[in-house]
């Protein structure tokens, strides 16, 4: 059975048959969404401005004052406790791993109504994250 539309934003079943509603759309946002302080707990962050009041996958640029790793980011309302400075990243939340003045590309989901979860582990840094990208 031929496909019909456009495939890479549709996605294809197994026999060939176009699935709808399955892709979504890369937009290209650039825009600065969080400066100042880092918080030391998860914090929620409101991205709903930029990429709407939708669960959305964000690609996020973040900047940060002090090597290590010390921002991390997860879905907004999930409860497991991934940050920790010692161990690894656990699935679902992702970290920088920078050194200081540099950028971190960071990946997340946020919840229904557009909002992420992030903290940081040191209360002396100064942060920046720009929503660089997002598919709806």
């Excluded at 059975?1 to 290209?28: C, K």
């Excluded at 640029?61 to 991934?82: C, F, Q, S």
């Excluded at 540099?102 to 557009?114: R, Y």
Aim: glycine share 12%.
């Amino acid at each position: 059975m031929p496909v019909t539309g456009d495939p890479l934003l549709s996605g294809v079943a197994g026999d060939g048959s176009l699935l709808t509603g399955v892709g979504g759309i890369l937009t290209v946002a650039e825009t600065e969404v969080f400066t100042g302080a880092a918080p030391l707990a998860w914090t929620d962050l409101d991205l709903s401005g930029t990429v709407g009041a939708q669960s959305t996958l964000v690609i996020l640029k973040v900047a940060h004052t002090l090597a290590g790793p010390t921002i991390a980011v997860r879905k907004n309302g999930d409860t497991d406790e991934y940050f920790n400075d010692a161990a690894g990243i656990g699935a679902a939340c992702t970290r920088s791993d920078v050194a200081a003045n540099f950028h971190a590309i960071l990946v997340v989901v946020t919840d229904a109504s557009g909002i992420i979860e992030w903290m940081s582990a040191h209360n002396d840094i100064t942060a920046t994250i720009d929503v660089i990208a997002y598919i709806k």
